[in-house]
């Protein structure tokens, strides 16, 4: 009886510990998410917005689909930060700097994507559907970057302060553009 318990305490625990390893996220998961899902997901996304009106009702559809993918990497990312827990001081710092890296990229798209909405009108429920996606958008951003402000070390807060405050001001212009 006492090796039976002895063996099922013994699988519990290795079970325990490996569950904890699959589910639990590293830093090194979360920089990967930024720099091979976000980036490049909000690069396309930005590239085809950049040839539209040219690409037409295609290019639109294209468009709709490019925001999908960035949620759903920025909702991904953000679940693995959540999962990570605190970052130190140096992975902060590269995670800091690599979300800083895109942010260019961020506002040009939402920039260009502003100054099309007379196309976007041209488009049956396209304004509506820009409005749409640029208000999940902004929300799954804002989501992300509160969740990269949680985990950084306080002296490192400051700096993802600032780049949500850019974001959610870019937000805020493009989605007031297309709220009228």
Known sequence: MVAITKFLWLALTATAATAAAIVQRDVITVQNDITQKIGPSWTTLKNDINAFPNSGSKGAATIQQDFTKVITALDDTTSHIKSTGSFGVV??????????????????????????????????DGKASILIQLRSTEASMSKFLDAVIAAQPILLKPGGFAIKAQLTGAFATAIAVYSV
């Open 91 to 124: 992975s902060g710092t590269t995670i800091l700097a690599d979300v800083q890296q895109l942010v260019p990229t961020f506002l040009t798209g939402l920039v260009t994507l502003g100054a099309q909405k007379a196309s976007w009108s041209n488009i049956s």
